[in-house]
């Protein structure tokens, strides 16, 4: 009895979960999201986001372009620069500096659990008007699981 009651739970929420699916939005694009990675002392890393809707302008059409470079400073220290610009139908869209630096303060490779702790400041370099200089203070932990998937 306890085990036919267990398999309706479980079809019950299931059932629910595809009735509500429809209604779930899938995010597709992460970049620039902050992780308890650091860069190597000594060490640079440089990337490069694009991201874009092909399509005109005139019909919701963009162009992201987002330069990074991050240089490990110390042990478990990384300061680093993004610029992000954004092409769109818009005119005058800011292009953005984004400095940021960021400390590993736990690691244990063993456990596979690190954290660290960060900020980022979002200041606009060229078309100002209108656009704010904010920042970001941050604390990220992470945890790896052994295992073949």
Not at 22 to 41: C, E, G, R
Not at 64 to 82: D, F, T
Not at 97 to 121: D, H, M, R, T, W
């Amino acid at each position: 009895m306890l085990k036919a009651k267990s398999i309706v739970g479980v079809l019950g929420v299931l059932f629910t979960i595809m009735l509500s699916s429809h209604i779930a939005k899938a995010q597709s694009t992460l970049f620039n999201i902050p992780s308890t990675d650091v860069v190597a002392k000594n060490k640079t890393y440089v990337e490069f986001d694009f991201i874009s809707h092909l399509e005109s302008h005139k019909n919701g059409g963009f162009q992201g372009y987002v330069p990074r470079v991050v240089y490990g400073l110390a042990k478990n220290l990384e300061i680093g620069a993004n610029v992000a610009f954004t092409d769109a139908l818009a005119p005058n869209q800011p292009v953005e500096l984004q400095p940021n630096i960021k400390y590993q303060f736990y690691s244990n490779e063993k456990n596979g659990v690190a954290a660290s702790a960060g900020g980022i400041l979002y200041t606009p370099i060229a078309h100002r008007a209108g656009i704010d200089t904010f920042g970001m203070l941050y604390t990220t932990v992470s945890k790896k699981w052994r295992g073949n998937y």
